[in-house]
């Protein structure tokens, strides 16, 4: 028997030793980050055309159409240092019926373990007044996907359509929110910064994955209420424009990080 | 009667050698020399750890609570039903774990026992559009338990009339068990990015238990119960299993037979799970809790104890509620290496 308690002991005794603890870890390096925009309507993920969902009072609404302009990406590490994107590779525009476009890949991201990303809705006033030779290719981007009024009206940051009813609009009738500045006398762009759920290690050999949920419900029922009825095609609106904007910079949370 | 006692003594060495071969073995199959940086991790009770067997509890049967050494095989079908998504309509994933465990006891002294375990398993996931299967080796355990027996007091009256009055057991005891799970099973990463982080071979730890079981028995019925705490460890990917609080009771009836005696029992069981952490940081949606009924039944013979239980979740909230249990099936077959 006394074999038996040696052979355990020596057993146990072995597994402890075989794992010692490690140095701390030198980053350095460039690395990738891949940011994922997946659009829900409150917790169900988000389906076009087919489904439709609640909306206020007695709005039902079906989706057909979202896209938006996300731009400005930056990152803040633990140490609260700020990495800014290059700008101008900093805009992209993210569509619901284009799933590529919903994965964003960040190169040449100093290695670290961010916290924090920064990201703006829309097309800021300094790029805009860099003139459309300033704009590059986005500006061909843009107008292909349909996010822009003209040049003198500007970019659409945020497109939202579908068919809604109601109890005083039975038959299904369109709706359509288009959000942008208006050239340059209405400034809604806005940013948004959220806080990672855990951090995002960017590393050499490692690239985290942002995944980011935005709630199309926001949209109507956010910040400010919009009911339909009252107006169901807003493109140009000094007044309900911000308002759209806000609601748009609302619905953006970080659901996790995959490392 | 030398001879005699020497062979089980050989047979008894023989049996816990080959355990401990077969985890040295599973250990070299899965790179045991990249075990470098930290490892440890988690680990389960009696029997259950939470990689591939992330919800059930239980015991080494209820026969087997006397001083028997034995050896046995074991086998555990669970299944689960887990979101394939984060959403509420995103699709769900079924999930089919089949475990293979060896396991045995070995009495070191009439106060002291060591228990061990060696898992093989196989675990399925079928998605609405594809499949995924891994398997080989679990994440061994090994136990050491002490005993203490407890007797009725001494009929004062008796002593003095009777020079040698023996103690009479009061059918409760108690046992304190220290152990460790070892990372002999396969941890990967990219599953634990998955919704059932519990989809994995082993958890890459080296993990340690601590276990704490109570029995009584009468003529006719008895009751055991145990209580378990699983200290996880980091592995070597950073990844540290949430600590797990396992605990079941079970209240057995005796029926006696001349050859043998059958044993059908019910019980409670659950399980308490802490987050997941990465890097140090807890991972949200990893915690959870989960209650099980059980009943079931276990013959014994003077050579074998073979047993069966069914068990069926009460209430559950695991992973964020994104993984459903759903029922699991045991059946064992144990030798009694006493004879």
């Given at each position: ?12 005794a ?10 701390e ?15 829900s ?5 988000l389906l076009?055309?087919t ?5 206020n ?31 101008e ?6 569509s ?8 964003i ?13 920064t990201f ?15 704009q ?21 940051f945020?497109v ?12 299904e ?5 288009h ?61 309900k ?19 | ?6 062979n ?6 023989i ?18 020399k ?9 680990f ?8 591939g ?41 079924t ?17 002291l ?6 898992p093989?398993?196989d675990?399925?996931?079928t998605?609405?559009?594809r ?41 409760h ?9 070892l ?15 519990g ?32 200290f996880?460890?980091e ?23 001349e ?25 949200p ?11 079931g039944?276990?013959?014994?013979t ?26 699991s ?8 290496l006493?004879?």
């Open positions: 028997m006394k074999i038996t308690k040696y052979l355990i002991a020596s057993f146990i072995l597994s402890i030793t075989a794992c010692s603890s490690e140095d870890e030198i980053i350095t390096g460039e690395g990738k980050v891949t940011l994922e925009f997946d659009n309507y409150l917790t169900s993920d076009l055309s489904a439709s969902y609640s909306a009072e007695s709005e039902e609404i079906k989706i057909s159409d979202v896209k938006y302009i996300v731009s400005n990406i930056r990152l803040e590490n633990e140490e609260g240092e700020i990495f800014t994107y290059p700008k590779d900093s805009y992209f525009i993210v619901e019926t284009d799933t590529d476009s919903q994965f890949s960040l190169s040449n991201i100093p290695a670290a373990d961010y916290t924090k990303i703006g809705i829309g097309v800021d006033q300094e790029k805009y007044l860099e003139g459309a030779t300033g590059g290719d986005f500006l061909t981007l843009a107008q292909d996907a349909g996010m822009m009024w003209s040049w003198q009206a500007g970019y659409k945020f939202f359509e579908g068919l809604y009813t109601s109890d005083v609009t039975t038959t009738t369109a709706f359509a929110f959000m942008g500045s208006h050239g340059s006398s209405v400034d809604n762009y806005k940013e948004v910064t959220l806080s990672l759920t855990n951090s995002a290690r960017v590393r050499t050999t490692s690239t985290p994955e942002i995944h980011v949920v935005a709630d199309l419900a926001n949209i109507l029922s956010g910040t400010t209420t919009f009911l339909l009825d009252d107006a169901a095609q807003i493109h140009v609106d000094a007044v424009s911000p308002q759209i904007a806000t609601n748009v910079n609302g619905m953006f949370v970080v659901d996790h990080v995959h490392n | 009667m030398m001879n005699v006692l020497q089980i003594k050989i047979k008894k060495s049996v816990f050698l080959g355990f401990v071969l077969l985890t040295f073995q599973s250990f070299a199959n899965h790179n045991f990249n075990c470098s940086n930290h490892e440890p991790d988690s389960e009770f009696f029997f259950c750890d939470l990689c067997c992330s919800t059930s509890s239980g015991s080494f049967g209820l026969g087997t609570l006397n001083n028997a050494s034995f050896v046995g095989v074991r086998y555990i079908y669970q299944t689960f039903e887990s979101k394939d998504g984060i959403f509420s309509n995103s699709p769900t994933s999930e089919n774990f089949h475990t293979y465990q060896l396991w045995g006891r070995l009495p070191i002294n009439e106060k026992y060591v228990s061990a375990i060696l093989y398993q675990l399925k996931r998605y609405t559009d499949e995924e299967n891994i398997n080989g080796f679990g994440d061994a355990t090994i136990m050491s338990w002490y005993k203490f027996k407890f007797y009725k007091k001494l009929d004062e009256e008796k002593a003095k009339l009777y020079t040698n009055v023996q103690k009479e057991p009061s059918g005891s108690l046992e304190i068990g220290l152990g460790a799970k990372p002999t099973g396969k941890f990967e990463q990219i599953l634990a990015d998955r919704v059932n982080p989809f994995q071979l082993g958890t890459g730890s080296l993990d340690g238990i601590l276990g704490l079981a109570h029995s009584y028995g009468a003529d006719k019925f008895g009751v055991n119960t145990s209580l378990t705490y699983y996880k460890n592995n070597k990917n950073e990844y540290k299993f949430g600590n797990q609080f396992s605990y079941a009771s079970n209240f057995f009836y005796a029926i006696s037979k050859k043998y005696m059958l044993l059908p029992f019910v019980g409670l069981s659950g399980n308490i799970y802490d987050k997941i952490e990465q890097y140090q940081e807890e991972i949606k990893t915690d959870g809790n989960v209650v099980n009924g059980t009943f039944a276990e013959i014994t003077k050579d074998f104890i073979i047993g069966a239980n069914y068990t069926l979740p009460i209430s559950h909230n695991l992973f964020g509620g994104n993984v459903t249990p759903k029922q099936l045991s059946i064992y077959l144990n030798f009694n006493n004879n």
